[in-house]
């Protein structure tokens, strides 16, 4: 096992320094071809000089954004970073070690161009401002090209825009709903139908969840409907959340809590507790304190002491905490 650690430790140092030894040659490569036209350190650059290395900055930025494996980098990084070079490799897709190269190459681009920082201290790889930057106008383009071609596409509540796939309802017909296949051909059917006969001009999933939701419930199944029902808050609330905000304690993480234990409580009501029992909290027969944590935090526990003297406990490895 250690020796295996050590393996890929050394792996890892050895690429790291694959990467820094080969940005250096490519620097020097970099100086050869300037040649005549570098500027001295005593001469003050013309205009034209500045424009013309300012052109060549941008130029070779959005080389580097030519690679869907460059962009793909940046987005991990963008979202788990600071990550090592093991990790980011693993994440970006690069595991075999056939592919260490591959990876160091676009590493090293991104590195380059002040996308990517090391910090050497900590041996961890991150974003940079201008990465950010380069990354956010990289999501522009994609999405405004998605939205000129005249096709359909969905924003997602994935922070994505794709072009609209009725295999993908029928999926989510499938794994959430547990929908037989044939019905959930049907259901998708008549539901692409509804869209493009109102010809929705901005299409997203939740919209999509809500007609699927509205067809199920005028053929009947509405138990396939509940499974498929969304928990959490109108827009309207959540602006009012929002502008109330400085009335709720602790804040901002005083308002994500509050809204955590909604959309738990509404959970446990909706999918967890039977119908009657429910019901009877609803109508005050009887009461559930904590709603929204209630669930996953049970604010009572009955144990048979008996059985605990004679078995002991089984703590799985963790330590018991004592309040």
């Known amino acids: ?29 970099d100086l050869d071809d300037l040649d005549g036209d570098e500027l ?10 500045v424009l013309q290395s300012t052109s060549k900055r941008v130029r070779m930025i959005f080389s580097v954004m030519a690679s869907p494996n460059r962009i793909d980098i940046l987005r ?20 075999s070690k056939k592919e ?23 041996r961890r790889y991150t974003i940079t401002n201008l990465g950010k930057l380069v990354l956010s106008l990289a999501r522009q383009i994609e999405e405004r090209s998605i939205i000129e071609s005249g096709k359909m596409y969905v924003r997602t509540s994935h922070d994505s825009i794709e072009e609209f796939n009725t295999q ?24 692409e139908n509804r869209i493009y006969k109102y010809q929705t001009t901005y299409l997203t999933g939740s919209l999509i969840r ?32 929002i502008s109330n905000a400085e009335n709720v304690d602790n804040g901002v993480e005083g308002l994500l809590f509050k809204t955590g234990q909604i959309v738990f409580a ?3 009501l909706t999918s967890t507790l039977p119908k009657d029992i429910a019901d009877a909290h609803l109508s005050g027969d009887l009461h559930i304190t904590n709603l929204g944590l209630w669930s996953i935090l049970p604010d009572t526990i009955f144990i048979n002491v008996k059985t605990l003297i004679e078995d002991g406990i089984d703590l799985k490895g963790k330590s018991l905490g004592v309040c």
């Open 1 to 29: 096992m250690g020796s295996n650690k050590k393996l890929e430790l050394d792996e890892e140092i050895h690429s790291e320094s694959d990467v820094e030894s080969n940005m250096d040659m490519e620097k020097m490569d």
């Open 40 to 49: 001295s350190l005593d001469d003050e650059p013309s205009g034209s000089q």
């Open 76 to 95: 991990i990084l963008n979202s788990k970073g600071p990550l090592t070079y093991s990790e980011l490799k693993s994440l970006a897709g690069f595991k």
């Open 100 to 122: 260490s190269g591959k990876f160091a190459y676009h590493l090293r681009k991104l590195l380059r161009q002040s996308l990517v920082a090391l910090n050497k201290s900590e």
């Open 168 to 191: 993908k309802i029928i999926q989510s017909l499938v794994r959430e709903g547990s929908l037989p296949l044939e019905l959930a051909q049907k259901i998708t059917e008549e539901v």
């Open 210 to 241: 809500e007609l699927v939701n509205s067809v199920l419930l005028e053929h009947g199944h509405e138990e396939y409907r509940h499974k498929l029902a969304r928990v959490g808050l109108p827009i309207f609330e959540v602006q009012e959340m």
């Open 266 to 268: 509404e959970h446990l």
